[in-house]
């Protein structure tokens, strides 16, 4: 499976972006996906992830009521809708696939990472 985020970009704090993740590959439909992200100084950290039907999706505190995540299989596409950001929403964020179907937050249940979007969210 391979992974390219896009999206990124320059936002003011309170407004919005949206990130997707084209894969290629046939498993796709086959496995969960995650969201997850980097700050300068920090370690990568989970931020949402979907199952593969898209039918159970998993959310950090930090995100909750502000992102949501989702998929169409048949573009073999995930995204990630962010509104109300904050500047401390700055971060490099990379897209993963699960080694199943779940819905996960740990970083080492990922085996197919993306190279990463950069989101910076001005005060």
């Known amino acids: 499976v391979q992974l390219q985020a896009y999206g990124g970009g320059l936002v003011q704090a309170g407004g919005s972006l949206r990130l997707s993740c084209a894969a290629s590959?046939?498993?796709?439909?086959?496995?969960?996906m995650g969201w997850f992200r980097q700050a300068p100084g920090k370690e990568r950290e989970f931020v949402s992830a979907?199952?593969?039907?898209?039918?159970?999706?998993r959310y950090a505190d930090s995100v909750k009521g502000r992102f949501t995540i989702s998929r169409d299989n048949a573009k073999n596409t995930v995204y990630l809708q962010m509104n109300s950001l904050k500047p401390e929403d700055t971060a490099l964020y990379y897209c993963?696939?699960?080694?199943?179907?779940?819905?996960?937050?740990?970083?080492?249940?990922?085996?197919?990472w993306g190279q990463g979007t950069l989101v910076t969210v001005s005060s």
């Open positions: 993963a696939a699960d080694k199943t179907v779940l819905a996960r937050s740990t970083i080492t249940s990922y085996d197919y």
């Open positions: 590959g046939r498993t796709f439909s086959s496995r969960g």
């Open positions: 979907i199952s593969s039907r898209g039918d159970s999706t």
